[in-house]
């Protein structure tokens, strides 16, 4: 009788697993301290947002002398676009192999579906081919959020010190001829009765140095938008930028340097748009035409309907998709090729139809029914689900795109123009000793390149998406 409560005991101490709900694996760590813990075993690393460089040109690149052969490692590549993040930062993802290509002979890295191409992951002495693409974490452009120097401390016509080296903190270049500084958002250019901090009167009363003048505007940058802003500091330079910068048919020079810099000359935006285009790259071809609202003063710009009957101006614009779509939102590139007022955020919200991050102007009918709630996407390169998280401690209410009223998502990011002290003297002399100049005094590139940093709000919202959860 004992050997059958024996047998009975045993049994039921043994444990039965269902077939539907195996039991899940445990794991003993050890701990610092030498504490044993027994848990599931430890999560794989989460899907990563990726950010997709442009492709290899192939040739010189502006304001960059290359090595030996002109051979330029995938390293000096990452380094040249991402010119104003740390190298340390750039070498420490290569060194983790989170940097990742995909070589031109294998098409398009989006396909229709959203999913992406294979890539490899590559070191830092790759030598890049023309039309490779470079991949790498969105974590990688994180920046450090600044408390400082967000806004013009005062309004006033005459700034104090203080006010003059915040401005002159905001200087990113300065020669004989030109001056490019770091635009704040909500700064005005030009001034009129009721704006006394424009951009133009500041410059005038802090950023004269040693001329007897202030610097002059010679292009456009909204109010709300930010980024680098080009000044020219003598009257020739004033002329020979504002000429650069119009639209009109530029007859070619006896100088084939000059031809070739001003050819060369561009400007890349970065912007956080409501959706994402449909096709990651491309050019828009919509002309502009200026139109008045019912109150007679407010002016509107819209795109043109060819109806022959209101006047328009040609207008293009090139794009390109960043990365993926996070949060309903998407970061692009934007280049744009004729200089038309408010030509970016028309073409992004009427023609792509992804208005603008903070464009209540022309993006209002999206912002008014948009949700800024998390919610959950699919990341390209592996099909897994991740979604928006807040980092702690990141104050969101600065108008990122998580704040009640988010600010204008748009910065002039990369610039790059002719040396205009350079060519400035050349191009006052004669033709016949036009080429003997050039060339006995060649001082400095033909061509200089700027990067800028991104406003506080656009660093919080970039920030908030390169964060995820699986």
Same mark, same amino acid.
């Given at each position: 009788?004992?050997?059958?409560? &024996?047998?009975?005991?045993?049994?039921?101490?043994? *444990?039965?697993?269902?077939?539907?709900?195996?039991?899940?694996?445990?794991?003993?760590?050890?701990?610092?301290?030498?504490? &044993? /813990?027994?848990?599931?075993?430890?999560?794989?690393?989460?899907?990563? =947002?990726?950010?997709?460089?442009?492709?290899?040109?192939?040739?010189?690149? !502006?304001?960059?002398?290359?090595?030996?052969?002109?051979?330029?490692?995938?390293?000096?590549?990452?380094?040249?676009?991402?010119?104003?993040?740390?190298?340390?930062?750039? =070498?420490?993802?290569?060194?983790?192999?989170?940097?990742?290509?995909?070589?031109?002979?294998?098409?398009?890295?989006?396909?229709?579906?959203?999913?992406?191409?294979?890539? +490899?992951?590559?070191?830092?002495?790759?030598?890049?081919?023309?039309?490779?693409?470079?991949?790498?974490?969105?974590?990688?452009?994180?920046?450090?959020?600044?408390?400082?120097?967000?806004?013009? !401390?005062?309004?006033?016509?005459?700034?104090? &010190?203080?006010?003059?080296?915040?401005? *002159? *903190?905001?200087?990113?270049?300065?020669?004989?001829? #030109?001056?490019?500084?770091?635009?704040? !958002?909500?700064?005005?250019?030009?001034?009129?009765?009721?704006?006394?901090?424009?951009?133009?009167?500041?410059?005038?009363?802090?950023?004269?140095?040693?001329?007897?003048?202030?610097?002059?505007?010679?292009?456009?940058?909204?109010?709300?938008?930010?980024?680098?802003?080009?000044?020219? *500091?003598?009257?020739?330079?004033?002329?020979?930028?504002?000429?650069?910068?119009?639209?009109?048919?530029?007859?070619?020079?006896?100088?084939?340097?000059?031809?070739?810099?001003?050819?060369?000359?561009?400007? +890349?935006?970065?912007?956080?748009?409501?959706?994402?285009?449909?096709?990651?790259?491309?050019?828009?071809? &919509?002309?502009?035409?200026?139109?008045?609202?019912?109150?007679?003063?407010?002016?509107?710009?819209?795109?043109? =309907?060819?109806?022959?009957?209101?006047?328009?101006?040609?207008?293009?614009?090139?794009?390109?998709?960043?990365?993926?779509?996070?949060?309903?939102?998407?970061?692009?590139?934007?280049?744009?090729?004729?200089?038309?007022?408010? =030509?970016?955020?028309?073409?992004?919200?009427?023609?792509?139809?992804?208005? #603008?991050?903070?464009?209540?102007?022309?993006?209002?009918?999206? /912002?008014?029914?948009?949700?800024?709630?998390?919610?959950?996407?699919?990341?390209?390169?592996?099909?897994?689900?991740?979604?928006?998280?807040?980092?702690?401690?990141?104050?969101?209410?600065?108008?990122?795109?998580?704040?009640?009223?988010?600010?204008?998502?748009?910065?002039?990011?990369?610039?790059?123009?002719?040396?205009?002290?350079?060519?400035?003297?050349?191009?006052?002399?004669?033709?016949?000793?036009?080429?003997?100049?050039?060339?006995?005094?060649?001082?400095?590139?033909?061509?200089?390149?700027?990067?800028?940093?991104?406003?506080? /709000?656009?660093?919080?919202?970039?920030?908030?998406?390169?964060?995820?959860?699986?």
């Amino acid at each position: 009788m004992w050997k059958k409560q &024996a047998e009975f005991i045993w049994l039921s101490s043994i *444990r039965h697993y269902s077939r539907i709900s195996p039991p899940r694996p445990a794991v003993i760590r050890v701990s610092e301290k030498k504490v &044993a /813990h027994l848990g599931p075993p430890k999560a794989g690393p989460k899907p990563r =947002q990726l950010l997709s460089l442009p492709p290899f040109p192939g040739h010189n690149l !502006p304001g960059k002398h290359w090595g030996r052969q002109g051979h330029v490692t995938a390293v000096s590549w990452v380094k040249y676009y991402f010119d104003e993040v740390q190298d340390s930062v750039i =070498q420490s993802h290569f060194n983790k192999g989170l940097v990742q290509m995909e070589c031109a002979n294998m098409g398009d890295s989006f396909v229709e579906q959203g999913q992406m191409k294979p890539i +490899r992951k590559i070191k830092t002495n790759e030598v890049m081919e023309p039309g490779a693409r470079i991949f790498l974490p969105v974590s990688m452009v994180e920046g450090r959020i600044s408390k400082r120097y967000d806004t013009i !401390p005062s309004g006033t016509l005459n700034p104090n &010190a203080d006010e003059i080296d915040y401005l *002159r *903190r905001l200087v990113k270049y300065r020669d004989s001829a #030109i001056l490019v500084l770091n635009k704040p !958002p909500k700064v005005p250019l030009k001034g009129n009765l009721p704006v006394h901090n424009s951009m133009d009167a500041l410059a005038a009363a802090a950023l004269s140095y040693d001329n007897n003048e202030g610097p002059k505007l010679v292009h456009r940058l909204d109010r709300e938008s930010s980024g680098l802003l080009l000044m020219g *500091r003598t009257k020739e330079s004033v002329s020979l930028l504002t000429w650069l910068f119009s639209d009109v048919n530029k007859s070619k020079s006896l100088s084939k340097a000059w031809n070739d810099a001003c050819e060369a000359m561009y400007q +890349r935006y970065w912007a956080l748009v409501i959706g994402s285009p449909r096709e990651k790259q491309g050019i828009i071809r &919509a002309p502009l035409s200026k139109v008045l609202l019912d109150d007679g003063k407010t002016e509107r710009i819209i795109l043109a =309907q060819n109806s022959g009957l209101e006047a328009s101006q040609e207008a293009m614009t090139e794009y390109r998709v960043l990365g993926p779509m996070i949060n309903g939102c998407s970061w692009i590139e934007l280049r744009p090729l004729t200089c038309r007022k408010h =030509q970016l955020r028309v073409h992004c919200a009427e023609a792509l139809g992804t208005p #603008i991050v903070g464009d209540y102007k022309y993006g209002w009918f999206v /912002h008014r029914r948009w949700k800024q709630m998390p919610r959950v996407d699919i990341e390209p390169t592996s099909g897994k689900p991740y979604k928006l998280r807040r980092p702690d401690g990141l104050d969101v209410q600065k108008g990122s795109v998580l704040s009640k009223v988010p600010l204008l998502h748009l910065h002039c990011r990369e610039l790059v123009l002719p040396n205009i002290a350079k060519f400035i003297n050349v191009l006052n002399q004669k033709s016949d000793n036009l080429f003997p100049t050039l060339s006995s005094k060649p001082d400095g590139p033909d061509l200089l390149r700027f990067v800028a940093s991104m406003p506080s /709000h656009m660093k919080i919202s970039w920030n908030l998406m390169s964060s995820y959860l699986v």
